[in-house]
């Protein structure tokens, strides 16, 4: 039966998965960086950071590129300015957001 998982399988799918980059997670990375250069926001503790990330993430587009065993992609294709913007606007709307409702108390 072809459409039986098995765990060679299962191994093979994870490796693929892993050479598939999304090109996106690293530009919000890199706005956010910036952001918090410049900016001080309610807490900034590994948590929140992830869910600003994830939040922002969500509202941008994927763009998927693959990179077999770690090899490093230099993209020749900057993002365009209104990118940037849309990009630095949603870190600030998912900073607020976390912000406002953090997933953990605030209160020590
Ligand atoms: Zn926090």
Redesign the pocket.
């Known amino acids: 039966m072809s459409n039986v998982v098995t765990f060679k399988g299962i191994q093979r799918s994870c490796k693929i998965i892993n050479n598939v980059k999304n090109y996106t997670e690293i530009v919000v990375h890199h706005a956010l960086q910036d952001y918090l250069r410049n900016n001080t926001i309610a ?1 900034s ?1 590994e ?2 950071l992830a869910d600003i990330m994830a939040l922002t993430l969500n509202r941008l587009p994927a763009r998927y590129y693959v990179s077999m065993q770690g090899e490093l992609i230099i993209k020749s294709e900057s993002l365009v300015l209104s990118d940037q913007v849309r990009v630095m606007a949603d870190v600030v709307y998912a900073v607020q957001q976390v912000s406002t409702k ?1 997933s ?1 108390s605030l209160v020590p």
């Open positions: 807490c503790c948590r929140c953090p953990h």
